[in-house]
């Protein structure tokens, strides 16, 4: 079992900065593909971002590339999303998850609890 738990959301105005964190515990945390997910009200979730085991390999979601950045901390058992440039259209809850080989589906193991990002016009 792998037990995840985000922070660091909130209300930001557009154009504004938020920087998400997911702490693990559990299993060894370098051994998971880690994701970030979100799901605005009446929408499906979708895929953000992911990073590979050691954090070489980065995805991102084209609507948020270039704004968006993913880092982990082994060490610390620790994934991050800062996200730059934030648009009203960024609003919804936002996943963090853990899985040993998906990168874009949501179809992963492990999920946390979710932590809500609202960004006001």
């Known amino acids: 079992q792998v037990q995840l738990v985000e922070s660091g959301g909130g209300l930001v105005q557009a154009g504004g900065s938020l920087r998400l964190s997911c702490a693990a515990s559990?299993?060894?945390?370098?051994?998971?593909?880690m994701g970030w997910f979100r799901q605005a009200p009446g929408k499906e979730r979708e895929f953000v971002a992911a990073?590979?085991?050691?954090?070489?390999?980065?995805y991102y979601a084209d609507s948020v590339k270039g704004r968006f950045t993913i880092s982990r901390d082994n060490a610390k058992n620790t994934v991050y999303l800062e996200m730059n440039s934030l648009k009203p259209e960024d609003t919804a809850v936002y996943y963090c998850?853990?899985?040993?080989?998906?990168?874009?589906?949501?179809?992963?193991?492990?999920w946390g609890q979710g932590t809500q990002v609202t960004v006001s016009s």
């Open positions: 990073i590979g085991w050691s954090g070489g390999n980065t």
């Open positions: 998850a853990a899985d040993r080989s998906i990168v874009r589906s949501p179809l992963y193991d492990y």
């Open positions: 559990g299993r060894i945390f370098s051994n998971y593909i």
